[in-house]
């Protein structure tokens, strides 16, 4: 890091105004409906402020207490992904001219301003990391991503509250941000200890109202650190399992998950790494034209393994040894690391609290080689 500076919590504000002053529009975490969400943020009193979240599979409770913090909480059911991978979005448009000829044309949103986001944690770091490589870096870079990722100005957190579905310590991501970000927060009770990971963080350090970080501060977070890292009970084995996994196609415990799984999607929709899409026409009803969307799609619905007249994973167990041995395994070959950088929310979302960590355990067994 290049420097690091204190800001009192009274003065947290000053850091949207800059943001919102230098021409970013501010995402930040709020709290809605029990849970966590990034939205548009213009003010402090927005911020979740004494929020603790009880995570559990299947299960999120919000409690809101005195405690005199903001980031107190893990993750919400989402955060980058849908910022620069939109659930939909118009990849082209065809329109008929007077004269019934079709003309097409790349769509031409423009975003009006560059997105700063606040509050990001170190698994989101670590999956937008992945993200650009399927986006950015492969043979053909996706402009509509590119457009948005251009832009973004991060604003990190280090998690001092780990929900009980984190793992991002056994994948290797968290809880400390290591990399990826132009500021990083570690959040005590009187303010913040901030440190500039680029050249555009240092730059907004210079504008805030920070005081000198003192020695018993530097303390209070390393021990914070710590304890987030031992509070971490659930972990995923290391490695390429894709060996592993495929060497137990037939293992009964794909059936049993199977037996409880909805094929309902969450788990993929929730995950920030997944990126599978599908595309599809919309016609204007009055005939003159259509917009062709691009849409998130996932593993577990059917229509996506249709290959030339044939589902090729007809059944939920094919689908989530699918997504398992994909996300475990495979993404070791494309992307050079695994799929699953630890953040729990599949787990949490799922609606039957299909856990990916109990699963991964029950097929290997008592170990892989
Ligand atoms: S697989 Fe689950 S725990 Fe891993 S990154 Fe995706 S949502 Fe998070
Ligand atoms: S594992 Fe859970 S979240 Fe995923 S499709 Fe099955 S029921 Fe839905």
Redesign the pocket.
């Known amino acids: 890091m290049d420097g690091t500076g204190f800001l009192q919590r009274e003065h947290f504000g000053e850091l949207i105004r800059i943001l919102a002053g230098r021409g970013y529009r501010v995402i930040g975490p709020q709290l809605r409906d029990g849970a966590i969400v990034y939205d548009d943020l213009s003010e402090v009193a927005q911020l979740p402020s004494g929020v603790i979240m009880d995570v559990q599979p299947a299960r999120v409770h919000a409690t809101v207490t005195q405690l005199p913090r903001y980031f107190s909480w893990a993750n919400g059911p989402q955060a980058l992904k849908p910022l620069l991978f939109r659930p939909v979005e118009t990849l082209w448009q065809a329109c008929r001219d007077d004269k019934g000829r079709l003309e097409f044309s790349a769509a031409d949103e423009q975003e009006a301003r560059p997105l700063a986001v606040i509050g990001v944690r170190a698994c989101d770091l670590a ?1 937008l990391e992945l993200q650009d490589r399927h986006f950015l870096q492969g043979e053909y870079s996706d402009p509509h991503y590119a457009r948005r990722r251009e832009g973004l100005l991060l604003v990190a957190v280090n998690c001092t509250h780990p929900d009980a579905t984190c793992f991002c310590a056994s994948t290797g991501d968290g809880p400390q941000a290591r990399t990826g970000f132009d500021l990083v927060l570690d959040e005590l009770d009187t303010g913040f200890i901030i440190g500039a990971g680029s050249k555009r963080g240092t730059a907004l350090m210079e504008d805030l109202s920070l005081l000198p970080v003192r020695e018993d501060q530097l303390a209070k977070a390393a021990v914070s650190h710590q304890a987030a890292r031992e509070a971490q009970t659930r972990a995923l084995p290391p490695g390429d399992l894709y060996d592993a996994l495929a060497a137990r196609r037939e293992h009964p415990h794909w059936q049993a998950v199977a037996e409880r799984c909805l094929s309902c999607g969450n ?1 993929t929709s ?5 990126f599978c899409s599908h595309e599809r026409e919309q016609p204007r009803l009055d005939g003159s034209g259509s917009v062709h969307l691009r849409e998130w799609d996932s593993c577990f619905s059917e229509g996506h393994s249709y290959i030339t007249g044939l589902v090729i994973r007809a059944e939920p167990r094919h689908r989530y040894r699918q997504w398992l041995t994909h ?1 475990l395994g495979a993404w070791h070959r494309q992307y050079g690391r695994s799929g ?8 949490a979302w799922c609606p039957v609290g299909i856990d ?1 960590c109990e699963e991964t355990a029950a097929v290997l067994g008592g170990g892989h080689d």
């Open positions: 999956a788990c929730v995950c920030p790494t997944c996300k699953c950088v630890g953040c729990g929310r599949c787990i990916l």
